[in-house]
């Protein structure tokens, strides 16, 4: 099973900022690696697909990057809807899936 | 516009069993596999079961397998999960996820999740 590890667990940032969330597996997964967003009460949104394909309607001041087993979700000028927490994927090898444990964005 | 929409949730005891539901409209369901993927309090997510577009195979996470199965009535657009042998850590949200492509892919679309509590 791969294993995914997210860092920080916690980001306190303003509006405006510029925030990099990072997303190490524990062996490689290529560029098969998702990231999503998930709101108090919601289900999660599909934000990134291999590694840095924005889904549809996502605006690009999200921006994914990486390959292998090192991954960043860069969310620039933070809009006050952005504040939630984020979850990185793989889909390389499986059964299982795998997630991390996720990074909550708050409001400094 | 692409929805899913999870119900049967609830509180069970342990031992107990559960059957939860989604209802998939806005796209071609029986073309895509589907998801059941849940969030225990304060944790994060897990993958907990897939199912092919043609109900061929069920793939599980090792925590529920020989306990869930996942199955689907494609002329209904509905997934199913049935879930026996609960055990207190089988407490979470449980949400639907439609994949994206194939069997081993992300989940372009989630549904709000349904609750399932268990305790005595």
């Known amino acids: 099973e791969i294993v995914m590890t997210q860092s920080p667990a916690t980001l306190s940032v303003s509006p405006g900022d510029t925030v990099t969330l990072f997303c190490r597996a524990s062996?490689?997964?290529?560029?098969?690696l998702a990231w999503y967003q998930q709101k108090p009460g919601r289900g999660p949104t599909l934000l990134v697909y291999?590694?840095?394909t924005r889904a549809t309607g996502v605006p690009a001041r999200f921006s994914g990057s990486g390959f292998g087993t090192e991954f960043t979700l860069t969310i620039s000028n933070l809009q006050s809807e952005d504040f939630a927490l984020y979850f990185c994927?793989?889909?390389?090898?499986?059964?299982?899936?795998?997630f991390g444990g996720g990074t909550k964005v708050e409001i400094k | 516009e692409v929805q899913l929409s999870e119900s049967g949730g609830g509180l069970v005891k342990p031992g107990g069993s559960l059957r939860l539901s989604c209802v998939g409209s806005?796209?071609?369901?029986?073309?895509?596999?589907m998801n059941w993927v849940r969030r225990a309090p304060g944790k994060g997510l897990e993958w907990v079961a897939t199912i092919g577009g043609r109900a061929a195979n069920g793939y599980y996470a090792d925590s529920v397998k020989g306990r869930f199965t996942i199955s689907r009535d494609n002329s209904n657009n509905t997934l199913f999960l049935q879930m026996s042998s609960l055990r207190d850590e089988d407490t979470a949200v449980y949400y639907c996820?439609?994949?994206?492509?194939?069997?081993?892919?992300?989940?372009?679309?989630w549904g709000q999740g349904t609750l399932v509590t268990v305790s005595s």
């Open positions: 062996q490689s997964v290529a560029s098969s």
């Open positions: 291999g590694t840095s």
């Open positions: 996820a439609k994949g994206w492509r194939g069997e081993r892919s992300f989940f372009d679309y």
């Open positions: 806005g796209f071609s369901f029986s073309t895509y596999a």
């Open positions: 994927q793989q889909y390389n090898n499986w059964p299982p899936l795998t």
